[in-house]
């Protein structure tokens, strides 16, 4: 995914794309059809599909926040209407038992999607920065407010629920089981990120970083910032429209919690989580927010305080998101020295994790013994049951935490020294050592 | 008589009470260097930014080709074949120096807003971009992020974007700003050689550079233009050195 310009040796034969580009697409095909393979169950594939469609919403969203550099407070409706309108023709086409088969929905929620974005893009773009994130505040809560009051469309307050099955067989298939499902949402995921990729490849997505950094230089190089910014909102508003219609395949139902700010606030801390700077950031985002979310939420009560310090830490300190700690590493990877950081690593991140887990267990004792019911003292934490009222857990959770803290610090300056050295061409593992 | 590149008449131009361009008559002929002196605060990057669209005059014409500019967007003058620099840098210093020259040509080359063409795929994008880069002497610097060139460096990536589009009439708002001897005659020469066969109207305070450079001498004192001419004729001019070359070419001394 780096950019193509190579070496004018091989500019004069005409540029086809590349192995190291065509590479990972391959790679993430092979994968998604293997991966129901080695997690069959139907909880497994049920987290999966949850996952594709929020990378497709996210991918849709970092065309605004990441390449085109828009804050947008309302994505979360161009998904929530596309998926609305998917259930409407769900209905329809049960109602009328029309010829359409299942696997083309997505594209009319895209289509639907993209109809609205080029209504509220047509004013919401003329201006970036605050001006287009109020508007796109604005236009939020008045589509959210919306469903309770156009209720033939939103369904009011009990959603819009539909029915997957009664579409025309596709090749044998009715969509009855979730594995059916999982290939049908990995068909459209593959493909939306694969268009959304080749978008920002385009002239239009190439100005859209352009207009991001300075548009008043984009200004004067023949491009209105404001039509460039149009059409990137218009495609993130269609490929919102298509995770819209995945989930309506996939829930078979559209609640107006669907076009919530909560979910706006959520898909921005997905593809912040990721990291805006790199094409592929917001798939990290999305498949480690379902990981936390649906494996955190059973384990924990008070799961949400983690994801918001998670949030708070990345854009305090790894404001390039998981994205951007990951491509930090590739000087050092290219000239061979990842493994001179192992060691470092693992003498930091190692008491790191411990405190944090002590932190953690702090937490959640508190939570424990001011929320659970009168009585009840026993808690498990970390596969260890314990009485949340004796002193002993609350000693271990603090030593670990203070001790784990400590250790982390100790270890810092260490890999700072390191990572600097691993970074530096033509310097030695250790000091004054011979290399 | 041909059109002149670039005609001002009566052009003013206030911010609040305070009248900032007092009433320019200017004509520029084409393939003409024609640089702007005088003091400062005298009004010349205000002039500049009359004729480029970024604000709007509140009374006279700018004619660009014989055509009105009035009402016009940056990009819509642009598009008739004007393009500026600017006195502070405006890069996109996130993206690589290739880059940004690639996405100067953009428009030129007809890609408007298409969004089903491959950028990379078109190799006379490649081949135009790398040209400019070789024009400007930074081919070496290609895959850099722009933020990280040298000043003098980044003054010569905006010249390469300024010109990149193939705009015939192109302005520059004191290239030289800021830079050393060297750097100073380097990017004199790089303007010397990308404006050949082009109309160059730019705003200099170093002497040197305007005397070495331009055909025609404007000198703007406090909103008017005070004379206009060779150069040699304006260094004569009796008013000009009253009330500014006097000072600023003994400054140079």
Redesign the interface.
Same mark, same amino acid.
């Given at each position: 995914m780096t950019d193509t310009y190579q070496k004018t040796a091989t500019v004069t034969k005409a540029p086809v794309f590349s192995m190291a580009q065509v590479a990972p697409w391959v790679i993430a095909v092979i994968f998604l059809m293997v991966l129901p393979i080695a997690f069959g169950s139907n909880s497994a594939i049920t987290i999966m599909n949850q996952m594709m469609i929020t990378i497709v919403f996210a991918l849709s969203y970092n065309m605004l926040l990441g390449q085109g550099g828009m804050l947008s407070f309302g994505h979360a409706v161009y998904m929530g209407v596309g998926g609305f309108f998917c259930m409407h023709l769900m209905n329809i086409v049960e109602a009328n038992e029309l010829p359409i088969p299942l696997p083309v929905l997505p594209i009319f929620g895209g289509l639907f999607g993209l109809g609205l974005a080029t209504i509220v893009g047509s004013f919401s773009t003329r201006k970036a920065g605050t001006v287009f994130a109020m508007i796109s505040l604005g236009i939020g809560e008045l589509i959210a407010a919306c469903s309770v009051i156009i209720v033939a469309f939103f369904g009011g307050e009990e959603g819009m629920p539909g029915d997957r099955t009664y579409f025309l067989p596709f090749f044998g298939t009715e969509f009855l089981r979730q594995i059916e499902v999982y290939y049908l949402i990995a068909f459209w995921t593959v493909l939306s990120a694969l268009l959304m990729y080749l978008f920002s490849r385009t002239p239009v997505g190439r100005m859209a970083n352009a207009v991001r950094d300075n548009p008043e230089r984009a200004e004067f190089l023949g491009y209105s910032a404001r039509w460039v910014r149009f059409f990137s909102f218009c495609g993130a508003g269609f490929f919102a429209g298509i995770a819209g219609g995945l989930f309506a395949i996939n829930y078979e139902i559209l609640t107006e919690t669907n076009l919530s700010t909560t979910q706006s606030g959520i898909i921005l801390l997905i593809t912040f989580l990721g990291g805006v700077g790199f094409f592929f950031g917001p798939i990290l985002g999305a498949i480690a927010f379902t990981l936390l979310q649906s494996v955190l939420s059973l384990q924990s009560e008070i799961w949400q305080l983690y994801l918001g310090a998670l949030f708070l830490a990345t854009v305090m300190f790894f404001p390039g998101g998981l994205a951007g700690v990951l491509m930090m590493h590739v000087p050092a990877a290219r000239m061979g020295r990842l493994g001179w950081l192992v060691g470092p690593y693992l003498r930091t991140i190692l008491p790191a994790l411990i405190g944090i887990a002590g932190l953690a267990a702090l937490m959640e004792l508190l939570f424990h013994v001011r929320h659970s019911a009168t009585g009840d003292t026993d808690m498990t934490l970390f596969w260890v049951t314990f009485d949340s009222h004796s002193i002993l857990p609350w000693i271990v959770a603090i030593v670990a935490t203070v001790g784990g803290i400590w250790l982390a610090r100790q270890g810092a300056p260490k890999l700072r020294e390191t990572w600097h050295r691993a970074n530096t061409p033509g310097a030695a593992k250790t000091t004054g050592g011979a290399a | 008589m041909t059109v002149p590149a670039l005609q001002l008449e009566g052009l003013r131009k206030s911010f609040g009470k305070t009248e900032i361009i007092r009433g320019v008559d200017l004509s520029i002929g084409r393939s003409e260097r024609h640089a702007i002196i005088g003091p400062n605060g005298a009004g010349k990057s205000t002039l500049f930014n009359l004729i480029?669209g970024?604000f709007p005059q509140t009374s006279g014409k700018v004619r660009l080709h014989g055509h009105d500019l009035a009402g016009m967007?940056? $990009?819509e003058i642009? *598009?008739r074949g004007l %393009?500026?620099s600017?006195q502070i840098t405006? #890069? $996109? %210093?996130?993206?690589?120096v $290739? +880059?940004n020259v *690639?996405?100067?040509l953009? !428009? %030129?080359q007809g =890609?408007? =807003?298409? $969004? !089903?063409?491959?950028?990379?795929?078109s *190799?006379e994008l490649? +081949?135009g971009a790398?040209e400019i880069l070789e024009q400007i002497n930074l081919t070496s610097r290609?895959?850099l992020p722009a933020g990280v060139l040298s000043y003098a460096e980044q003054r010569a990536l905006e010249i390469g #974007?300024?010109i990149a589009?193939g705009a015939d009439v192109i302005m520059l708002d004191e290239p030289t700003a800021g830079m050393s001897h060297s750097e100073t005659d380097y990017i004199v020469e790089l303007i010397r050689k990308v404006t050949e066969n082009k109309t160059l109207i730019m705003v200099e305070h170093d002497m040197g550079v305007v005397f070495g450079l331009a055909d025609y001498i404007s000198v703007l004192v406090y909103g008017e233009i005070i004379a206009t001419g060779r150069p040699e004729e304006v260094r004569a001019n009796p008013k000009v050195q009253e009330a500014y070359l006097g000072a600023a070419l003994e400054a140079e001394h």
């Open positions: - | 480029t970024r967007a940056p $990009f642009n *598009r %393009s500026r600017f405006n #890069i $996109f %210093s996130n993206m690589t $290739f +880059e *690639r996405c100067s953009l !428009w %030129s =890609y408007k =807003y298409s $969004f !089903w063409n491959m950028v990379s795929r *190799r490649t +081949e790398m290609a895959q #974007i300024t589009g």
